[in-house]
């Protein structure tokens, strides 16, 4: 008998902080253009020059594993996509990743890695976004979670310039993940363009593979109500 199951004890649900659930087109990773349902936690450990979601940081609500899977359901998507902030600051995350993969969903999970990734149920594509220099939060990557890999474990890197391209390059390089797992290199929206970046890829024969936000495409003002 647990300590919640005793007699007079009442167990106490365990609750995330969420500071949105949406749905949306994937705009990132190899399962970009699928429907997907975002959950969004609150709070994240880093500050990144050009971080685009600065309003996750303090804003949401408390919310129990069995509101979120219904409110997840409530949208009839098969992608689930798990994401911050920073998802792996609440403990409570890992069980969530586990029930939704039991019940069928096809989960990721966006994360700096500058947490451990080591509790991740090994049926989520884990999506590691190391921090470049210029994202002003370089060396967050904990370098532990390299011993926890899955084959589908995914990196992105977003580059701002030069010097996080060849920071990324080397990095990769160091850690032999160009040629074992899927490496995104995308450009910093409104930094570098898409162009230098793929010019800079052929260039460098390198072996990552270019990655558009297709999100910040589809809902920018220009293309809003087209
Ligand atoms: S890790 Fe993500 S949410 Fe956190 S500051 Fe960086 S870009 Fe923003």
Request: aromatic share 10%; net charge negative; hydrophobic share 35%.
């Amino acid at each position: 008998m647990t300590l919640a199951e005793a007699p007079g004890k009442t167990s106490v649900e365990p609750m995330i902080k969420i500071n949105e659930i949406f749905h949306s087109i994937q705009g990132e990773t190899s399962y970009v253009g699928y429907p997907t349902v975002f959950v969004r936690t609150t709070a994240c450990n880093l500050r990144c020059t050009y971080c685009d979601t600065k309003y996750s940081y303090y804003d949401g609500e408390l919310l129990s594993q069995e509101d979120i899977i219904t409110k997840i359901q409530s949208f009839g998507a098969q992608y689930v996509c798990l994401t911050g902030g920073e998802p792996l600051l609440q403990k409570e995350i890992f069980p969530l990743m586990s029930q939704l993969c039991d019940l069928g969903f096809i989960v990721s999970l966006e994360t700096s890695g500058s947490k451990s990734i080591a509790p991740v149920d090994s049926r989520v594509k884990t999506i590691l976004d190391v921090k470049t220099p210029d994202s002003g939060a370089a060396d967050s990557f904990l370098l532990e979670n390299l011993q926890h890999l899955q084959k589908h474990t995914e990196f992105k890197f977003v580059i701002c310039s030069e010097k996080d391209f060849d920071w990324s390059e080397n990095f990769c390089r160091q850690h032999d993940l160009l040629k074992n797992f899927t490496v995104l290199y995308s450009p910093s929206y409104g930094q570098v363009s898409e162009r230098w970046l793929a010019e800079k890829i052929l260039k460098k024969n390198s072996t990552a593979r270019l990655q558009l936000q297709l999100h910040k495409y589809i809902w920018s003002p220009e293309t809003r109500g087209v």
